[in-house]
């Protein structure tokens, strides 16, 4: 069973930088598919961005052009870079990995604990 932890959430000026990370731990061989979700308070979770194994990327509208996935597969680690953040980035940011990638919540079967965004006007 692979294991998820995420690190380097925090708070940032609305134009300014974040990068978060997320460790993988334990079997991660089936970590063939990772992406980042986040979820504001009162919203449902939503996809961020996702990396297959080839490291295709796909991004939601909202984050194209500011948002970068990225991952080192020999360090078993999931990034994203976050540029130019507006207060509505302001969320919990969680990475998660799934066999298959997929647009679909229901889909991505391991998740980490989450890591803290905010984004201030």
């Known amino acids: 069973q692979v294991q998820l932890a995420e690190s380097g959430g925090g708070s940032v000026q609305a134009g300014g930088s974040l990068r978060i990370s997320c460790a993988a731990t334990?079997?991660?061989?089936?970590?063939?598919?990772m992406g980042w979700f986040r979820q504001a308070p009162g919203k449902e979770r939503e996809g961020v961005a996702g990396?297959?194994?080839?490291?295709?990327?796909s991004y939601v509208d909202s984050v194209k052009g500011r948002f970068t996935v990225s991952r080192d597969n020999a360090k078993s680690s999931l990034y994203l870079q976050m540029n130019s953040l507006k207060p509505e980035d302001t969320a919990v940011y969680y990475c998660?990995?799934?066999?298959?990638?997929?647009?679909?919540?229901?889909?991505?079967?391991?998740w980490g604990q989450g890591a803290q965004v905010f984004v201030s006007s």
């Open positions: 998660a990995s799934t066999f298959f990638c997929s647009s679909e919540v229901a889909d991505w079967g391991v």
């Open positions: 990396i297959d194994l080839d490291g295709s990327t």
């Open positions: 334990g079997y991660t061989s089936s970590t063939i598919c």
